[in-house]
């Protein structure tokens, strides 16, 4: 990794404006008292232990709760029993809407829902939408601004808000959920949280235990692209997809 | 920096009340914004819970403030962890000046924009273009805006005062697009427009909704997915962030991305949420190799030094304010003459740009004390109003924007105002002077006295009885008689 990036040189100057038009002279030196600061690594394992389990137990009732919120936010929900009726669902998607050319990313996942060999019964060939295979920014962006369909996993799918934690990666590229008019996630049990508390509690764990070695980017894609800037008339389908899928297995 | 143009005010608000056009789509839009969010509270949280809510974010907002350098520097560092560039600006000058070096620096010739109220501040479209540099506003109200050359006239509907025939004209100039009347196609036209675009830009500028301290996070929210084009498909990504943007920790992310869609549009959360802090791993399959994250002051010193006006750093910019505002429901956005209108532009225009110049400001607002309630952050607009109508009056000579006349009228009541006999003398005056302009027991215009003139000129003032009461009761009522012809007119 490059070396850390230089102080700019106005920084100094400038905290010492906002700390005199604080009517302070001294810099803090002990944090100011934040609690969801304040607590450390141990403190934060324990609580995220407690979410983890409170999740596990209500596992099917937020899952039906997920099915919900998000059918009121515009996503097309289906429920799968196994990954084989999921990769079904997948191709049954693609099938329906003429889907030509489709790409997906590399996960696991795919591993255990094989959607090539749904797709490709129907007549779809996926591309994979990761580097080895397509050299250089340009390509990788030409093939995803091509294509109909993306198909990506998630990293988590919050209940409350129908709002699935998508964090790219390597074989997860930013584009395959953006680029493409049509978007199918795939969504597992175990990653279906009930709140965006239980989402950041999560998050901000991983990142204490990873000393900052985690992404620096993730999104959370909770229904179509949308706009109403014309006459206040809602349109779906800016310029991210406006077809949106959910398929949760289980 | 964006020219400040409140001076207009009165002139401007005139306009826009005259506009039927205007009147109508006001009506309508802010209609839906209040319903929308009315409905969205009642169905998710209730009264109360939701108060509870904004007393709690308004709490780590204002303590986020009185801590500032303290956390602006927790910022610095965890971003520089993330690999990511950290810049204070001072105003828009500098803040222009880093932009475009970054922008040089790297050959920069197309710029993506997705909504930034800073950039609007900075005027920094003028500055790239200059340079022939060429900037994209990628929101599609931003870009109806920008095409037609405008500023917003809303916090996030910035086009919500163009009809689609005007939006399909701009487009059939700029695109050379075919005419219609479908919304939807319009939609598509500047899709396939900003697609190219975002497959040639070099740089993404984008503003920030929230930056978290511990973890050097900027969150974006939007519902078109532009913001997440910006922040994926250039080289470089820069944020521009006021310097009240921080919040202390990710977890209070939960509690302000519950508060800021519900207020601004009524939805339970937008369609996306970006959350970035820094360039892409060198493992990752796309994304911006350069990060850099550019804090401006701008102004903003001076509400964080007036320990009064400090509360109105903890907006988050969403709105519902104007939407339900009285006066901005009849004026729109336009009139207030600078990037920010409504409630909140009232309060911090004055402070960010020029007292003077935008003195009426703080007057435009009947003190109903809706804004206050429908904050989400809780900031006592009124208070802060009445803060700002006090220092107009009376201010330090660089604040105050009082004539020398209107003073003079003033002092003059002051001191008539301690002193009987004055009073007297003084009203006698009033009545000799008044008469030749009294019609119907009421004085419609005063000419002669440009102090007051303004005042008149929409208002009647009820004319001064022809005898005062003191004569009265010295002649009449002192001894018991009942008077002659009481109130007489
Ligand atoms: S002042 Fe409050 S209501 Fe107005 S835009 Fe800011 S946060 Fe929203």
């Known amino acids: 990794m490059s070396p850390t990036p230089e102080e700019h040189p106005n920084k100094a100057a400038f905290l010492l404006r906002v700390r005199s038009a604080l009517g302070r002279s001294e810099p803090i030196v002990h944090m100011p008292d934040h609690p969801s600061l304040k607590s450390n690594a141990a403190r934060q394992q324990e609580k995220v232990r407690t979410v983890v389990a409170r999740n596990q137990a209500r596992r099917s009732r937020t899952l039906d709760r997920l099915a919900r919120t998000a059918a009121a936010a515009s996503w097309n929900v289906r429920r799968a029993s196994d990954a084989e009726e999921a990769a079904s669902i997948v191709a049954e998607i693609a099938h329906d809407a003429g889907v030509k050319s489709l790409v997906r990313s590399a996960e696991d996942i795919f591993k255990r829902v094989d959607i090539d060999g749904s797709l490709r019964s129907v007549g779809v060939s996926p591309a994979i939408l990761a580097s080895g295979r397509s050299r250089g920014r340009g390509m990788l962006r030409d093939m995803a601004f091509r294509a109909d369909m993306g198909v990506t996993g998630v990293s988590y799918a919050i209940a409350e808000t129908a709002s699935c934690a998508v964090i790219p990666r390597r074989g997860v590229a930013r584009l395959a959920s953006l680029a493409p008019p049509r978007l199918v996630l795939l969504i597992e049990p175990e990653q279906v949280l009930e709140s965006l508390d239980d989402f950041f509690a999560i998050t901000r764990l991983n990142r204490m235990q990873a000393r900052g070695r985690t992404a620096n980017y993730f999104n959370f894609i909770s229904g179509p692209s949308r706009t109403a800037d014309i006459e206040q008339t809602l349109t779906i389908g800016v310029h991210g997809p406006g077809e949106v899928h959910m398929v949760i297995l289980g | ?489």
């Open chain 2, 1 to 489: 920096m964006a020219e400040v143009k409140s001076a207009e005010f009165k002139k401007a608000s005139g306009r826009a009340l005259r506009d039927e056009k205007l009147q109508h789509a006001l009506d309508h839009v802010m209609e839906h914004f209040v319903g929308a969010r009315a409905n969205i509270i009642e169905s998710d949280f209730g009264d109360e819970s939701w108060e509870a809510m904004r007393t709690r974010a308004a709490a780590i907002k204002q303590s986020t403030l009185e801590h500032l350098d303290y956390y602006l520097d927790m910022v610095d560092r965890s971003v520089r962890r993330n690999g990511g560039h950290v810049y204070f600006a001072d105003d828009a000058a500098q803040a222009n000046a880093i932009v475009l070096d970054i922008a040089k620096r790297n050959g920069v010739k197309t710029v993506i924009k997705s909504k930034s109220m800073v950039s609007e501040e900075m005027g920094i479209n003028h500055i790239l273009e200059r340079e022939g540099i060429e900037p994209v506003e990628t929101d599609l109200g931003e870009y109806i805006i920008q095409l037609a050359g405008e500023t917003p006239f809303h916090i996030i509907a910035p086009a919500m005062h163009k009809t689609r025939q005007e939006v399909s004209a701009l487009f059939q100039q700029w695109l050379k697009t075919a005419p219609t009347q479908d919304i939807k196609r319009l939609c598509v036209y500047a899709r396939d427009a900003l697609r190219e675009k975002f497959a040639q830009a070099d740089m993404g500028i984008s503003g920030a909704n929230f930056v978290v301290a511990e973890t050097g996070t900027v969150c974006l929210v939007t519902n078109e997915g532009n913001g997440r084009m910006t922040t994926s498909a250039p080289r470089i990504h820069v944020v521009l962030a006021g310097m009240e943007k921080v919040v202390p920790a990710i977890e209070d992310l939960a509690l302000f991305l519950r508060l800021l869609p519900r207020s601004a549009t009524g939805q339970r959360i937008t369609s996306y949420n970006t959350f970035v802090g820094g360039p892409r791993a060198p493992s990752d399959e796309d994304g911006p190799e350069e990060f850099h994250l550019v804090f401006v002051d701008n102004g903003r010193l001076n509400l964080l030094r007036d320990e009064v006006m400090r509360e109105a750093l903890r907006c988050i910019r969403c709105g519902a304010c104007l939407n339900h505002c009285p006066v901005y429901q009849k004026i729109g956005g336009h009139a207030y003459g600078w990037v920010y209108s409504g409630p909140i532009g009232a309060i911090v225009t004055p402070s960010m740009t020029n007292m003077k110049v935008a003195r009426d400001l703080p007057y435009a607002s009947t003190l109903c004390g809706t804004c206050k309630d429908v904050c989400p952050v809780k900031i006592d607009i009124p208070r802060l109003l009445l803060h700002l109508r006090h220092k107009v009056a009376e201010g330090d000579a660089s604040e105050r924007s009082t004539t020398w006349m209107e003073r003079l009228f003033v002092g003059q009541w002051h001191s008539a105002m301690r002193n009987r006999r004055a009073l007297e003398g003084k009203a006698n005056l009033g009545r000799l002077l008044t008469r030749p302009f009294t019609r119907g027991g009421n004085v419609r215009k005063l000419p002669f006295a440009p102090m007051v003139s303004g005042w008149t000129a929409s208002r009647d003032f009820p004319a001064p009885a022809p005898r005062s009461f003191a004569r009265l009761w010295r002649e009449e009522l002192a001894d018991g008689n009942t008077p002659a012809n009481g109130t007489e007119r």
